[in-house]
């Protein structure tokens, strides 16, 4: 090895040591170490100086005054500044532990809302979004629901005074997200494989199980030969994968405009059975209100309520616990 090289390695591995000191004792053992006139290794270093040639003296002598004034330098540097007092500030010892602050949860209806997309993924579903003020037209007309159905009655819904009747007609708080479905089919041509998830509105009594806000997923599949087979497989799957294999579901024939036949989706709940949403395959109406022609494809629609699947999941009995924004109640989860 060049002495050249062993000067390199020797200003190196000094600064390493000097900038790992911790006290003042410890600087001391450094200085001695690579300073000491007796036995330091800048003595040992200079010894061997005396060998080179004397072409080669004056760049080692250069390096090695550059060393040696590099290592007291980073010495004297680090003395002064573990020799400074800590700061001190009116009213505050920082030799103290600092205050832990608690990292927060995701809400469980957040938690949810995630996995059923990660499910639905799984499934082949892509995730599709859709505005949560709706005018008539997508709320009910194109989902088959005329003008005297009970669904749209006033006193069930949220309509906004302040918005003017256009050309889709009164303006609302959607009541449903199967309003996402139209405008995705509206765009896209079959098949179409989609789920939407997010609030709906609808001014039901508040108690344990219902709540005038809520979230719904919303699932779709349009292609040729699609069969009320698929649905309950689908449906099925979902269930077991969110809430487990041993997770008892039913289906209850049921009616919806824009689904024919329609089914209600029940899941066991204690003793007794607790509905968690409407299926059915869509109806030709509802194909013919986008552009499809309902001779060529068939499809299913279903929309789960995720408040109820995830009261089931934890174990809730009462849907105001999840809104009522409590952290006792919140942080166990």
């Known amino acids: 090895m060049s002495l050249l090289q062993v000067l390199d390695d020797y200003q190196n591995e000094a600064l390493q040591v000097i900038s790992q000191c911790g006290e003042l004792s410890e600087i001391e053992e450094a200085r001695i170490r690579f300073l000491g006139k007796k036995k330091g290794r800048l003595k040992e270093i200079q010894t061997q100086l005396s060998t080179a040639k004397p072409e080669e003296r004056p760049l080692l002598g250069k390096r090695?005054?550059?060393?040696?004034?590099?290592?007291?330098?980073?010495?004297?540097?680090?003395?002064?500044?573990?020799?400074?007092?800590?700061?001190?500030?009116?009213?505050?010892?920082?030799?103290?532990?600092?205050?832990?602050?608690?990292?927060?949860?995701r809400h469980p209806i957040s938690k949810t809302i995630s996995e059923f997309k990660e499910i639905a993924g799984r499934l082949g579903f892509d995730v599709a979004d859709g505005p949560e003020v709706e005018d008539d037209?997508?709320?009910?007309?194109?989902?088959?629901?005329?003008?005297?159905?009970?669904?749209?009655?006033?006193?069930?819904?949220?309509?906004?005074?302040?918005?003017?009747?256009?050309a889709g007609g009164p303006w609302l708080l959607r009541s449903q997200t199967s309003t996402v479905q139209i405008r995705v089919m509206e765009q896209v041509p079959p098949p179409v494989r989609i789920v939407s998830t997010g609030r709906v509105y609808r001014p039901d009594t508040i108690d344990a199980t219902h709540s005038c806000m809520f979230h719904q997923m919303e699932g779709l599949y349009i292609d040729k030969h699609v069969t009320m087979s698929n649905l309950k497989t689908t449906l099925k799957m979902i269930a077991t994968q969110y809430l487990g294999d041993d997770i008892a579901i039913r289906f209850r024939p049921s009616f919806f405009p824009f689904t024919e036949p329609s089914v209600e989706v029940d899941i066991q709940w204690g003793e007794n059975w607790m509905e968690v949403g409407g299926a059915g395959m869509v109806d030709p109406n509802v194909l013919k209100a986008v552009g499809y022609d309902p001779e060529e494809?068939?499809?299913?629609?279903?929309?789960?309520?995720?408040?109820?699947?995830?009261?089931?999941?934890y174990g809730v009995k009462d849907i105001r616990l999840l809104y009522e924004n409590d952290l006792r109640f919140l942080s166990q989860f």
């Open 137 to 166: 037209y997508h709320n009910f007309v194109a989902l088959n629901i005329p003008d005297d159905h009970p669904a749209r009655d006033p006193l069930d819904n949220f309509y906004l005074s302040v918005a003017q009747e256009g």
């Open 64 to 105: 090695f005054n550059e060393a040696k004034n590099a290592v007291e330098a980073s010495l004297n540097a680090r003395k002064d500044e573990l020799a400074k007092p800590a700061k001190q500030i009116a009213g505050l010892d920082v030799t103290l532990p600092g205050t832990a602050f608690p990292l927060g949860k």
């Open 297 to 313: 494809v068939s499809g299913f629609a279903f929309g789960l309520g995720i408040e109820r699947l995830c009261m089931k999941r």
